[in-house]
Structures are given as structure tokens and as C-alpha cells.
């Protein structure tokens, strides 16, 4: 474990990377798609492990986050970053990318200037076929939360752009290949990218990307009990205990530990907050989704459940969706009114739709914290007394 508390996870970024094969038996040419959710470590794995060991293994990896500027447009990051990886590799005695044959690059509409002259576009094709070739090596395209892209024209011009960029380059007899890593936030969110014929990578398959574990809760009790007293040090089942109850996040954990384990009541204080007060600690992760479902109507949650039940094969107007909801209301609500409710649940954030697509959870933890309630017979909210609010025919939205 690093100074700043980072985890290394050489293994897995060797997993990945083998991955990285035209071989159709041991590798994913399709490109990978890894869903995991956010803050359990994932983009800081992307970019401390994954992108050096490329490097070290002769590739040219190319990382771009659609998280990180929520206001621009996918497309034009994508865009953005490859223009920007075009200047890296310009050598000193060209001028302002002189030698390229292009001086843009255009994605739906969107486009980035590379230097001034007449107008001479390239496609993203087109431009990752320059940066393989200038680089003489195969180039790795990470897309971490992969899914915004789908929310704009251009960002879903872009994905179909990259799928032919990966066709033509990995079919060519020769010459460098293009490999994808797409990572999401949420699986239902990422399977927009491949669940029908439509999405520009059907066929491809989501995969869970594997969360931190008790390897990690070991290695920070080792970092963090040498600086304790004898009679005071963590013990590694309760620190394991905790990061499951705290969704797997080590931020979480960080702060447990310090005001737990550091406190006044030393780590008798975190044995005693995993062993009897489990719901509290979990609590602290799912505080958000208690306050945003007890804000929904009963239209609402019985539409989540169904959403939280079917996955990215949600299907809201269908007859079989209906029935259901009528049992759960004990009456049968119109389209309109259903149209209205999944509106409601899209503008307080609960509720995801990209520009095309289907609908899933905006944060994969609230489908945790609402199963668990169910299994403890509390099908409102866990640990708390049902809402009492009706199912209002103008739900007011929460800012």
C-alpha cells in the first residue's frame, strides 16, 4: 500500500491486458466492458495500474474520463483527447503538427481545431489510424463511465465511429490494432452499449469489474497498526466486516476507521459498531436513498422495484409491466401516468435514460439498499417506518 493509502492490483491489470488479443478464444476483441460502481476504486485503478503496465508492455494507451467535464459533450471529449494525444506525438522539428494530413478532428457535428489552414477533417478512424501509425504501436482507447456518451448525438456518433475504427484496424492484415476499455458506474448503464441490435456494440458482453477485498482491508491494518498502542490495534476481521457494509468503498472506510477505530473508544469502538450496529454503519452509505425514495409516490417505487428487478430488460409500457404494477397499487395506472412517474424519477436523479436506451438506476448501491429492506420485511425503506404519501397526481421534484 502506497503512502496515500492506494492499493496496487498488478494481477488484475495483467488480467486485462492479456485481455487485449485478437485471439477469439483468449481475448475480447470486441472490447471490454467492465461495470463497477463509483468510488470503490476504479478510475484510480484505470490510471495508476492499468495505463503504466500498457505502457510497459508497448502499447499506446489513451485514457479519457466522461465523468470529468460534466458540461461538455462526450463527443467533443473524445474528440479533445485524441487531438491532444496527436500533439504528444508530434516530433520537435515538425511545427504545429505540420506533417499531418488533416488539421481536425470532427465527431457528430463537434469538432477540434489542430492547426490553422483550409479544412481538412478527419473522422476519429481516421485519427486513431494516424496515432497508431505515428506511434508504431497498438493503441488502447479507455472510456471510463463509458455510458454518458450515449446522452448526446455526438457522443453516440462517436461510439459507432469507434466500432469502425476497431473493425478496420483489427481486420487489416497488418499495421497497429485498436482495442477498447469501456468502464461504467453501473451495469444496466453500460449494457445500453451492447443490449440490442441497435447499440453500436451488440454482441459485446458486460463484466463485473472486481472490487477491492480483504486483500486490501489486510494490507491498510498492516500500514495502520504499527502507529497504534499495543492494546489498541485493528482487528483484521472487523475491518473486513466494515468494508462490506460500507458497499466496498474505501473512502468510507477511511472515515470509519478514524472515527470508530481512533476515537475516544479506540478499535473496541469499530468491533462494536460492526457487531451491533450493522444497519447504522451500512446506514451511512445509504442515508441519500432513504431520503430520495421517502420523497416518491407509490406510482414511483413500484416502478424502481420493477426497474431494480428487470435490469436493463426493463420494458415500462409492455402489458406483463402493467399487471405488475396494478398488483402492487390495486389499480391499473394509464401510460401517461407511468410516463409521468418514470419523468419524475429521471429529474430527482434516481432514474437514468441516455438520449437512446433503456432505463436503469442512477446508482447501483440504491438496488442493495432496497433489497435489503425487502428481505427484513420492510418494503418502504430499511430500518424506517413506511411513507404514508399517496401516489399525488403532480409529485413535486426535488431540486
Known amino acids: 500500500m502506497s ?16 485481455a487485449l488479443s485478437p485471439d477469439p478464444i483468449f481475448g475480447d476483441p470486441a472490447g471490454l466492458f467492465l461495470a463497477a460502481p463509483r468510488r470503490t476504486g476504479k478510475s484510480s485503478f484505470l490510471r495508476r495500474d492499468l495505463v503504466p503496465l500498457l505502457q510497459e508492455q508497448g502499447h499506446r494507451p489513451i485514457y479519457v474520463d466522461l465523468w470529468e467535464d460534466k458540461a461538455a459533450d462526450p463527443g467533443q471529449l473524445l474528440a479533445d483527447t485524441l487531438a491532444d494525444d496527436l500533439g504528444q506525438l508530434a516530433s520537435r522539428g515538425q511545427k504545429a503538427l505540420g506533417a499531418l494530413p488533416f488539421n481536425a ?4 457535428g463537434l469538432s477540434v481545431r489542430l492547426r490553422d489552414g483550409a479544412p481538412r477533417s478527419a473522422t476519429l478512424s481516421q485519427a486513431l489510424l494516424e496515432i497508431g501509425q505515428r506511434s508504431g504501436q497498438d493503441v488502447v482507447l479507455i472510456i471510463d ?23 478496420a484496424m483489427n481486420q487489416a492484415p497488418q499495421g497497429p490494432r485498436l482495442y477498447l476499455v469501456f468502464t461504467g458506474s453501473h451495469r444496466d448503464k453500460l449494457a445500453a452499449l451492447v443490449i440490442d441490435h441497435k447499440a453500436p456494440f451488440f454482441g459485446a458482453r458486460v463484466q463485473d469489474f472486481p472490487r477491492l477485498g480483504r486483500d486490501y482491508t489486510d494490507a491498510l491494518v498492516a500500514a495502520v497498526n504499527p502507529r497504534l498502542a499495543a492494546n489498541n490495534q485493528l482487528d483484521p476481521q472487523d475491518v473486513a466486516q466494515a468494508f462490506a457494509l460500507l458497499a466496498h468503498r474505501p473512502e468510507k472506510l477511511t472515515e470509519v ?3 470508530h477505530a481512533l476515537g475516544d473508544s479506540g478499535s473496541a469502538g469499530l ?21 430520495d425514495y421517502g420523497a416518491l409516490n407509490d406510482l ?3 416502478i424502481l422495484r420493477v426497474i431494480i428487478q428487470d435490469g436493463a430488460q426493463f420494458a415500462p409500457f409492455t402489458s406483463a409491466t402493467r399487471d405488475r404494477l396494478t398488483q402492487s397499487l390495486g389499480t391499473e395506472p394509464t401510460g401517461a401516468r407511468i410516463q409521468k412517474a418514470l419523468d419524475g424519477l429521471r429529474n430527482t436523479g434516481i432514474v437514468w435514460r441516455p438520449q437512446r436506451g433503456v432505463y436503469a438506476l442512477e446508482d447501483q448501491d440504491m438496488r442493495n439498499w432496497l433489497q435489503a429492506g425487502l428481505q427484513h420485511n420492510h418494503p418502504e425503506t430499511p430500518d424506517s417506518e413506511p411513507s404514508e404519501k399517496g401516489d399525488d397526481p403532480d409529485p413535486q421534484v426535488k431540486g
Do not use: C
Open 145 to 167: 463511465e463509458a455510458q454518458h456518451a450515449l446522452q448526446t448525438s455526438a457522443g453516440l456518433d462517436a461510439m459507432f465511429a469507434l466500432k469502425a475504427a476497431r473493425d
Open 105 to 108: 478532428i470532427s465527431v457528430g
Open 300 to 302: 414511483q417505487r413500484a
Open 271 to 291: 468491533h462494536q459498531t460492526v457487531t451491533q450496529r450493522a444497519n447504522a454503519l451500512r446506514r451511512q452509505v445509504w442515508q441519500q436513498h432513504e431520503s
Open 257 to 259: 476507521i478514524r472515527e
Open 3 to 18: 503512502v496515500d493509502g492506494y492499493f496496487p492490483r498488478p494481477e488484475q491489470a495483467a488480467q486485462i491486458t492479456a
